[in-house]
């Protein structure tokens, strides 16, 4: 996959995109990035990027043409490969799971990091998508962007060490993940669950798929509305909202 970020302060990719999973990535040419200043393509002699708004207004906002002029120069060094042209923005749709999956599977994505007031309207001309971490406001698409690149790159084949580590992460199966255990089996009283260590594959995935019925339903109880629940999920889920009324008595 290749990545291209249209950004004004490129110096902040440089630690999230040399280390861990995205750094291994770009080393085994599994992923290519490029961070572009678009300041560069600005044709005003002091190199400006934003302007006041037209009806006035607070604060400023960024010109279409130095982001126009970098997306035409990308499309030029790529022939006919077919970019996604992300923009960042709070207006967007919010970023979740399926969406990084279907990113997941583009050639190549450029993303678009805003800053001050916002976009000259005709921005949103250029984009294929604008997409939003949530709803909350930060200022820029940098930290956005870093963290819709790590969720997307981490799919790709061959990233991940054990390509099981991404189907089963929570929100990839529609459930929440199951509690999780390591050594040693007891640690100052607290015990791992009996079943975790009995060897029974059968009754370890089952004790699992309850689990994470469990965690969902008590913590994102939303998206159990989102997913369709087998007749062993509902009786499960039946079992888990008797035992969870038990313990609040």
């Not at 110096?11 to 085994?28: D, N």
């Not at 469990?214 to 629940?229: A, H, N, S």
């Not at 509902?234 to 313990?247: G, H």
């Amino acid at each position: 996959m290749k990545i291209d970020v249209l950004t004004l302060f490129p110096r902040m990719f440089e630690g999230p995109l040399t280390e861990s999973i995205l750094g291994k990535a770009v080393e085994k040419e599994l992923l290519e990035v490029n961070v572009t200043n678009f300041r560069d393509y600005s044709t005003n002699k002091h190199q400006q990027v934003d302007d006041y708004p037209y009806g006035g207004g607070a604060g400023m906002l960024l010109k279409v043409q130095p982001i126009d002029d970098a997306l035409i120069d990308i499309q030029a060094k790529n022939p006919g490969v077919k970019q996604r042209v992300i923009l960042l923005d709070p207006a967007g749709k919010q970023f979740d799971q399926p969406m990084a999956e279907e990113f997941s599977q583009e050639e190549h994505l450029v993303f678009i990091c805003g800053h001050y007031e916002g976009y000259d309207e005709r921005i949103r001309n250029l984009v294929t998508d604008e997409v939003s971490l949530g709803d909350y406001v930060l200022t820029g698409g940098e930290l956005g962007a870093m963290v819709m690149i790590d969720a997307i790159v981490r799919l790709l084949p061959e990233v991940l060490g054990n390509e099981e580590s991404a189907i089963g992460d929570s929100h990839s199966t529609g459930l929440l993940e199951h509690p999780q255990y390591t050594r040693p089996a007891d640690y100052n009283g607290q015990e791992v669950p009996f079943v975790l260590t009995n060897g029974n594959h059968k009754l370890i995935e089952a004790w699992q798929l309850k689990e994470s019925l469990r965690r969902t339903y008590l913590r994102r109880p939303d998206m159990l509305e989102k997913i369709e629940l087998t007749k062993e999920m509902q009786k499960m889920l039946t079992e888990i909202e008797s035992e969870e009324v038990k313990c609040k008595e």
